[in-house]
């Protein structure tokens, strides 16, 4: 089947445009994986660094198992880790520490510079390195497990937490030839220490200035891995190659917030609703396509409940359909809860300890707007079809016409700027011919013919 060529449309610029976009936003996708899996690249012997002073949460576990995976594979003699954290969620903790117990290359976790903190799940991160080291001024501890709110876990799920983290840190400091009561009661008691209690009582291995008094100390010294393999240090002038977040790293900064997710995912659903109410307006629903790839791309690492994404997408379906039935704004209503509750169990059923959540009243308020977005579509939707057929034939009922040739009883006149064979309205009744330039109204239409009835002069 072949078109009719004409002149672009304002809807075809709207078009090419959001083609366009969704190019662009694929070769930053496709930038952003190549520089992901590009690693840093150094010539001869070096000791990497990161710095890790951000929560610790999925974003930021990629980052650091991205960092661990650059040492691995550009022949890095060790990697500091410089450490500044308060915390953050269980599984996001958890991860990091098996990237850092599988390295082959050996990890020094350096909590700095001073008045820098190794808090809740950073105390994990910091005594997961074969070798933990403290700034001055600098605490470590508080490892007490919490829920996503900060509120306390109920006593029966809280012991269990606690019963497995405190295996798992009784492993790690045996491993590392450390104390481990000390390490056991940063999760029994939340238990804190300074850089000084836990230097002195075998917490962490030793403690340093600065970067440089670092590498002195560590020059010559023996590591015991995870592993069980003995790695001797040498990094006596040696250059130090730092590890900066990468795009993708960067990018995933942003767009795993969960709070940020869900007000993607409330762009998409309003732009496809209005595509939904005004089929054929291209740039809404072009967009709003975009967003939800963009929303289902950060949901898939926050390890959501999808049941609750069904509600969410049913919530625009609703929408749309109120739009289209007459139903009084009940779909409307049903549209609404259906999107708390969605949301709800989306992004807070599967969320662990200490992760990071989408506050009720963020989803309660947001709600409440998408409400008065549905409720002025659905106004001016139930206005257009109030109004009176304004177009086509029918929309002639009504209108006033010119007589261009006498109708007597049929001639023809001008409506609307189109010229139309009618008829008076009473044609079996003898009358005098209606006169070239009076005016008359349309009262209806037979086929091709008007039916009018003269206005009274």
């Given at each position: 089947m072949r078109f009719p060529a004409g002149r672009p449309t304002m809807r075809t610029h709207a078009a090419r445009g959001a083609l366009l976009l969704t190019l662009a936003m694929l070769a930053a996708l496709s930038l952003s994986a190549a520089l992901a899996g590009?690693?840093?690249?150094?010539?001869?012997?070096?000791?990497?660094?990161?710095?890790?002073?951000?929560?610790v949460d999925p974003a930021s576990a990629r980052f650091l198992d991205d960092a661990i995976a650059t040492a691995s594979s550009d022949g890095a003699t060790a990697l500091i880790i410089t450490i500044d954290t308060p915390g953050g969620d269980l599984d996001s903790m958890k991860d990091i520490v098996q990237h850092e117990l599988a390295s082959a290359v050996p990890i020094i976790t350096y909590v700095a510079p001073q008045g820098a903190r190794a808090g809740s799940a950073g105390t994990f991160v910091t005594l997961a390195a074969p070798l933990a080291v403290m700034a001055p001024n600098t605490r470590i501890g508080a490892a007490s497990p919490i829920d996503s709110t900060g509120a306390d876990i109920p006593s029966t799920l809280d012991r269990k937490l606690k019963n497995d983290l405190e295996a798992q840190m009784r492993a790690m400091q045996t491993t590392f030839n450390r104390n481990v009561p000390l390490a056991v009661n940063t999760i029994e008691t939340a238990a804190s220490y300074d850089d000084q209690e836990a230097i002195s009582q075998g917490l962490v291995n030793f403690g340093?200035?600065?970067?440089?008094?670092?590498?002195?100390?560590?020059?010559?010294?023996?590591?015991?891995?995870?592993?069980?393999?003995?790695?001797?240090?040498?990094t006596a002038g040696l250059p130090v190659q730092t590890i900066d977040p990468t795009l993708a790293n960067q990018l995933e900064a942003i767009f795993l917030d969960p709070t940020l997710l869900f007000i993607l995912f409330i762009i998409a659903a309003i732009c496809i609703y209005l595509e939904l109410a005004h089929p054929g307006a291209i740039v809404p629903g072009t967009i709003g396509a975009i967003v939800l790839v963009i929303f289902l791309f950060g949901s898939g690492f926050l390890?959501?409940?999808?049941?609750?994404?069904?509600?969410?997408?049913?919530?625009?379906?609703?929408?749309?359909?109120?739009?289209?039935?007459?139903?009084?704004?009940?779909?409307?209503?049903?549209?609404?809860?259906?999107?708390?509750?969605?949301?709800?169990?989306?992004?807070?059923?599967?969320?662990?300890?200490?992760?990071?959540?989408?506050?009720?009243?963020?989803?309660?308020?947001?709600?409440?707007?998408?409400?008065?977005?549905?409720?002025?579509?659905?106004?001016?939707?139930?206005?257009s079809h109030r109004m009176p057929v304004g177009t086509g034939s029918e929309g002639l009922v009504g209108a006033e016409a010119t007589v261009t040739i006498p109708l007597a009883p049929e001639g023809r006149v001008r409506v609307m700027g189109e010229?139309?064979?009618?008829?008076?309205?009473?044609?079996?009744?003898?009358?005098?011919?209606?006169?070239?330039?009076?005016?008359?109204?349309?009262?209806?239409?037979?086929?091709?013919?008007?039916?009018?009835?003269?206005?009274?002069k």
């Open positions: 590009r690693s840093a690249r150094a010539d001869g012997s070096h000791v990497d660094t990161v710095t890790f002073a951000r929560d340093a200035t600065t970067q440089e008094d670092l590498l002195q100390k560590l020059d010559g010294m023996s590591v015991t891995l995870a592993n069980g393999s003995n790695v001797t240090l040498h390890n959501p409940n999808w049941a609750g994404l069904v509600l969410m997408l049913l919530a625009i379906v609703l929408l749309a359909i109120d739009v289209r039935v007459p139903t009084h704004g009940v779909l409307t209503v049903g549209a609404l809860i259906s999107l708390i509750a969605g949301s709800l169990i989306f992004f807070d059923s599967n969320a662990g300890p200490g992760a990071q959540t989408v506050s009720p009243i963020v989803i309660g308020a947001t709600a409440v707007g998408v409400g008065l977005v549905s409720l002025l579509v659905i106004s001016f939707a139930v206005r010229d139309w064979a009618a008829r008076v309205a009473t044609p079996g009744t003898p009358q005098p011919p209606v006169a070239v330039g009076q005016q008359v109204r349309v009262k209806g239409r037979d086929g091709l013919l008007l039916i009018v009835e003269p206005l009274p």
